[in-house]
Nanobody
Framework: HVQLVESGGGSVQAGGSLRLSCAAT??????MGWFRQAPGKEREGVAV???????GYADSVKGRFIIFKDNAKNTLYLQMNSLKPEDTAMYYC?????????????????WGQGTQVTVS
Protein backbone atom coordinates (compact mmCIF):
# COMPACT_ATOMS: atom_id res chain seq x y z
CA HIS A 1 0.00 0.00 0.00
CA VAL A 2 1.67 3.18 -1.24
CA GLN A 3 1.22 6.57 0.41
CA LEU A 4 2.60 9.78 -1.07
CA VAL A 5 3.67 13.03 0.60
CA GLU A 6 4.71 16.02 -1.49
CA SER A 7 6.96 18.88 -0.42
CA GLY A 8 8.99 21.66 -1.96
CA GLY A 9 6.30 24.01 -3.20
CA GLY A 10 6.42 27.73 -2.60
CA SER A 11 6.42 31.16 -4.19
CA VAL A 12 9.00 32.13 -6.79
CA GLN A 13 9.51 34.85 -9.36
CA ALA A 14 9.14 34.13 -13.04
CA GLY A 15 12.31 32.59 -14.42
CA GLY A 16 13.14 30.94 -11.12
CA SER A 17 13.36 27.29 -10.14
CA LEU A 18 11.80 24.93 -7.62
CA ARG A 19 12.24 21.25 -6.89
CA LEU A 20 9.26 19.24 -5.73
CA SER A 21 9.71 16.00 -3.82
CA CYS A 22 7.30 13.12 -3.31
CA ALA A 23 8.18 10.66 -0.59
CA ALA A 24 6.54 7.28 -1.05
CA THR A 25 5.94 4.96 1.85
CA UNK A 26 5.81 1.54 0.33
CA UNK A 27 7.53 0.80 -2.94
CA UNK A 28 5.79 1.79 -6.17
CA UNK A 29 6.99 -0.35 -9.06
CA UNK A 30 4.66 1.13 -11.62
CA UNK A 31 4.24 4.49 -13.27
CA MET A 32 4.55 7.62 -11.15
CA GLY A 33 3.78 11.15 -12.15
CA TRP A 34 3.20 14.78 -11.37
CA PHE A 35 -0.06 16.54 -12.07
CA ARG A 36 -1.24 20.08 -11.45
CA GLN A 37 -4.52 21.85 -11.01
CA ALA A 38 -5.07 25.59 -11.23
CA PRO A 39 -8.22 27.23 -9.80
CA GLY A 40 -11.18 26.66 -12.10
CA LYS A 41 -9.27 24.24 -14.31
CA GLU A 42 -9.11 20.48 -14.65
CA ARG A 43 -6.21 18.50 -13.25
CA GLU A 44 -3.62 17.98 -15.96
CA GLY A 45 -0.61 15.76 -16.35
CA VAL A 46 2.79 17.43 -16.15
CA ALA A 47 5.28 14.57 -16.28
CA VAL A 48 5.31 10.81 -15.80
CA UNK A 49 8.04 8.22 -15.40
CA UNK A 50 7.84 4.45 -15.66
CA UNK A 51 9.80 1.86 -13.72
CA UNK A 52 12.45 1.75 -16.45
CA UNK A 53 13.06 5.47 -15.96
CA UNK A 54 11.47 6.49 -19.23
CA UNK A 55 9.85 9.91 -18.85
CA GLY A 56 7.11 11.77 -20.66
CA TYR A 57 6.22 15.44 -20.44
CA ALA A 58 3.37 17.74 -21.27
CA ASP A 59 4.24 20.03 -24.18
CA SER A 60 3.87 23.06 -21.92
CA VAL A 61 6.79 21.97 -19.71
CA LYS A 62 9.13 20.19 -22.13
CA GLY A 63 12.63 21.55 -21.88
CA ARG A 64 11.90 23.24 -18.54
CA PHE A 65 10.86 20.47 -16.14
CA ILE A 66 12.64 17.22 -15.34
CA ILE A 67 11.07 14.24 -13.56
CA PHE A 68 13.34 11.72 -11.88
CA LYS A 69 13.35 9.12 -9.12
CA ASP A 70 15.70 8.06 -6.38
CA ASN A 71 14.69 4.44 -5.88
CA ALA A 72 16.94 4.02 -2.85
CA LYS A 73 14.99 6.78 -1.11
CA ASN A 74 11.59 5.88 -2.62
CA THR A 75 11.31 9.50 -3.67
CA LEU A 76 10.05 11.10 -6.87
CA TYR A 77 11.19 14.58 -7.88
CA LEU A 78 10.15 17.31 -10.25
CA GLN A 79 12.81 19.87 -11.07
CA MET A 80 11.09 22.96 -12.42
CA ASN A 81 13.19 25.57 -14.20
CA SER A 82 12.33 28.77 -16.07
CA LEU A 83 9.04 28.95 -14.23
CA LYS A 84 6.22 31.01 -15.69
CA PRO A 85 3.14 32.54 -14.06
CA GLU A 86 1.03 29.98 -15.94
CA ASP A 87 2.80 27.23 -13.98
CA THR A 88 0.98 28.44 -10.86
CA ALA A 89 -1.11 25.55 -9.52
CA MET A 90 -1.44 22.91 -6.86
CA TYR A 91 0.94 20.11 -7.79
CA TYR A 92 0.13 16.50 -7.01
CA CYS A 93 2.24 13.38 -7.00
CA UNK A 94 0.55 10.17 -8.15
CA UNK A 95 1.34 6.47 -8.37
CA UNK A 96 -0.20 3.78 -10.53
CA UNK A 97 -1.01 0.37 -9.12
CA UNK A 98 -1.10 -1.49 -12.42
CA UNK A 99 1.19 -1.58 -15.47
CA UNK A 100 0.84 1.20 -17.99
CA UNK A 101 2.08 4.77 -17.97
CA UNK A 102 0.08 7.65 -19.42
CA UNK A 103 -0.75 11.21 -18.50
CA UNK A 104 -4.37 10.40 -17.87
CA UNK A 105 -5.51 10.82 -14.28
CA UNK A 106 -7.36 7.50 -14.58
CA UNK A 107 -3.98 5.71 -14.78
CA UNK A 108 -3.23 6.63 -11.18
CA UNK A 109 -4.89 5.22 -8.08
CA UNK A 110 -2.79 6.80 -5.32
CA TRP A 111 -2.49 10.57 -4.87
CA GLY A 112 -0.67 12.87 -2.51
CA GLN A 113 -2.23 15.83 -0.78
CA GLY A 114 -0.64 18.41 -3.07
CA THR A 115 1.85 21.24 -2.73
CA GLN A 116 1.20 24.79 -3.92
CA VAL A 117 3.45 26.45 -6.49
CA THR A 118 2.97 30.16 -7.12
CA VAL A 119 4.93 32.01 -9.81
CA SER A 120 4.69 35.78 -10.03
Amino acid sequence: HVQLVESGGGSVQAGGSLRLSCAATGYSRYCMGWFRQAPGKEREGVAVIDNAGIAGYADSVKGRFIIFKDNAKNTLYLQMNSLKPEDTAMYYCAAATYPGCTMRTSTFAVWGQGTQVTVS
